[in-house]
């Protein structure tokens, strides 16, 4: 089956860098995700990473290490709106064929303060 | 566009009913599925579909039934409602291959 492990929690002041590290185990991997949930709301996509390296988009980049199992979520000049859940999410297909899974960690709660 | 509309937004059920929450997208996305969500939990798998006519089991997938005759909807069938089953429910709807998942706002179900 699949695992991910994340962080329950992690707290930083406005204007701060912070690191959200993901952990995964899974067979059939084909990439990882990563998602921002704000209380009472959906989750929404916010990157994807199925190579190696780092991926940029604005304030926010994602990092895999596929050799390692490894993915991080990086947040830059934090913003009180940030404060929210952090989701990473494994893409895995299931035994042969395309049939496949979007895997989700327990999620980060990340807490901005001024 | 209405991207993944989910209905409906509460509900509150005695065990033992039955009940379907719906689910429609019309992004022509192949592949739904359907999570629930429980405190400190994150998501949970409960069936997906690869396509109209293909369903499978999720991680969790005990007491709820689903089915895809369209490539649009994908109802969620609770057949016998039990406490347990007290959760936020979401669906969600993608591309075949890609991970990048658009979400409906839920439905917070409660069952007494």
């Known amino acids: 089956g699949q695992s991910l492990e994340q962080p329950s929690e992690v707290t930083a002041v406005e204007g701060a860098i912070v690191q959200i590290n993901c952990t995964y185990q899974?067979?059939?991997?084909?990439?990882l995700s990563w998602y921002q949930q704000h209380d009472g709301g959906a989750p929404t996509f916010l990157s994807y990473?199925?190579?190696?390296g780092l991926e940029e988009t604005g304030r926010f980049s994602s990092f895999l290490s596929r050799s390692d199992s490894y993915g991080y979520l990086l947040l830059q000049e934090l913003q009180m709106k940030d404060s929210a859940s952090y989701f990473c999410?494994?893409?895995?297909?299931?035994?042969?064929?395309?049939?496949?899974?979007?895997?989700f960690g327990s999620g980060t709660q990340l807490t901005v303060l001024p | 566009n209405a991207g993944v509309t989910q209905t409906p937004k509460f509900q509150v059920l005695k065990t033992g009913q039955s009940m379907t929450l719906q689910c429609a997208q019309d992004m022509n996305h192949e592949y739904m599925s359907w999570y629930r969500q429980d405190p400190g939990m994150g998501l949970r798998l409960i069936h997906y579909?690869?396509?109209?006519?293909?369903?499978d089991q999720g991680e969790v997938p005990n007491g709820y039934n689903v089915s895809r005759s369209t490539t649009e909807d994908f109802p969620l069938r609770l057949l016998s409602a039990a406490p347990s089953q007290t959760s936020v429910y979401f669906c969600a709807s993608s591309w075949t291959g890609s991970t990048e998942a658009f979400f409906g706002q839920g439905t917070r179900l409660t069952v007494v």
């Open positions: 999410a494994v893409g895995s297909f299931i035994s042969s064929g395309s049939a496949r899974q979007l895997t």
């Open positions: 899974t067979s059939g991997f084909y990439g």
């Open positions: 579909s690869v396509g109209a006519g293909i369903t």
């Open positions: 990473n199925a190579l190696d």
